[in-house]
């Protein structure tokens, strides 16, 4: 996913896109407890690249507006 896109999402989708990938990630983590079992899987880890560039994108938009 291109973050220059991700960029351009509104603030209010972004917060609920990283609340739903949240919960996806809590989903994924009750279905199986085993850590070491879901760091091998792919989708697990791509969700979790997920949630980390919308945390940063939403992060880099804040503290644009703060001026820093």
């Keep these: 996913m291109n973050e220059t896109l991700l960029y ?32 091998k899987d792919e989708t697990y880890i791509a969700v979790l690249k997920l949630n980390s ?7 880099r938009k804040f503290l644009e507006k703060e001026g820093k």
């Design 53 to 59: 560039m919308i945390f940063e994108t939403i992060k």
């Design 8 to 39: 351009q999402v509104d603030d209010d989708n972004l917060d609920r896109l990283l609340d739903a990938v949240g919960e996806i990630i809590c989903d994924m983590n009750a279905a199986e407890p085993n850590k070491e079992v879901r760091y």
